[in-house]
């Protein structure tokens, strides 16, 4: 491959690709089509706001989701979503904070929290929310307590992670529906509060 070839965008990349693809007979577009609205169709932060609401209200669905995600989610019809990587829930609490990073590129799981933002594929969220994530999550708003442990929890294409934040004060008072409400693509990254 010639070296101007890493200076294109990835979007142009990916599109060569494609068409060498079609070119040779091994896909058509029509197959790439159908993956992409496959994969994105139901593809919501919704659906990980619902998981973390149900966890909220369940105790018994909250052990589950902790001890086996994948079943987790697949307990609420979205296990289509996340087969062919292990998928780890990791709960926040009054002492831990946890945030999720792939070091690497970008491998996060999208059918729970929708398409990822440009900003957790940038190369300075990658670095920095492991060498400095308090000040990473400051950016973002979020403030800790010194004595809050900030665990950082590096994805990869065998394992993607959700996190479960901490319950909504009231949260005991509200249905299911108001507490998906409550919770945000970037409190399940960790890059807010909820």
Same mark, same amino acid.
């Given at each position: 491959?010639?070296?101007?070839?890493?200076?294109?965008?990835?979007?142009?990349?990916?599109?060569?690709?494609?068409?060498?693809? @079609?070119?040779?007979?091994?896909?058509?577009?029509?197959?790439?089509?159908?993956?992409?609205? #496959?994969?994105?169709?139901?593809?919501?932060?919704?659906?990980?706001?619902?998981?973390?609401?149900?966890?909220? !209200?369940?105790?018994?669905?909250?052990?589950?989701?902790?001890?086996?995600?994948?079943?987790?989610?697949?307990?609420? #019809?979205?296990?289509?979503?996340?087969?062919?990587?292990?998928?780890?829930?990791?709960?926040? !609490?009054?002492?831990?904070?946890?945030?999720?990073?792939?070091?690497?590129?970008?491998?996060?799981?999208?059918?729970?929290?929708?398409?990822?933002?440009?900003?957790?594929?940038?190369?300075?969220?990658?670095?920095?929310?492991?060498?400095?994530?308090?000040?990473?999550?400051?950016?973002?708003?979020?403030?800790?307590?010194?004595?809050?442990?900030?665990?950082?929890?590096?994805?990869?294409?065998? !394992?993607?992670?959700?996190?479960?934040? /901490?319950?909504?004060?009231?949260?005991?008072?509200?249905?299911?529906?108001? /507490?998906?409400?409550? @919770?945000?693509?970037?409190?399940?990254?960790?890059?807010?509060?909820?």
């Amino acid at each position: 491959m010639s070296g101007d070839h890493d200076e294109l965008p990835v979007a142009a990349r990916v599109r060569r690709l494609e068409e060498r693809l @079609v070119e040779a007979g091994l896909a058509t577009d029509e197959e790439f089509d159908e993956i992409l609205e #496959g994969v994105y169709a139901s593809a919501s932060p919704v659906n990980g706001a619902r998981m973390v609401a149900r966890a909220w !209200t369940d105790p018994g669905y909250r052990t589950r989701l902790l001890a086996d995600a994948n079943a987790a989610a697949a307990e609420l #019809g979205f296990g289509d979503g996340v087969h062919g990587y292990l998928l780890k829930a990791v709960e926040n !609490t009054p002492d831990v904070h946890n945030m999720i990073v792939c070091t690497l590129c970008s491998c996060y799981p999208t059918s729970l929290l929708g398409p990822s933002p440009s900003w957790y594929k940038s190369f300075a969220y990658r670095s920095r929310a492991v060498r400095e994530p308090r000040a990473v999550l400051a950016e973002f708003g979020v403030e800790l307590p010194d004595s809050t442990e900030v665990r950082v929890w590096d994805a990869n294409s065998e !394992t993607r992670y959700i996190v479960l934040p /901490l319950p909504a004060d009231g949260a005991d008072e509200m249905d299911e529906d108001e /507490l998906v409400s409550l @919770v945000t693509r970037n409190g399940l990254i960790g890059t807010a509060i909820r």
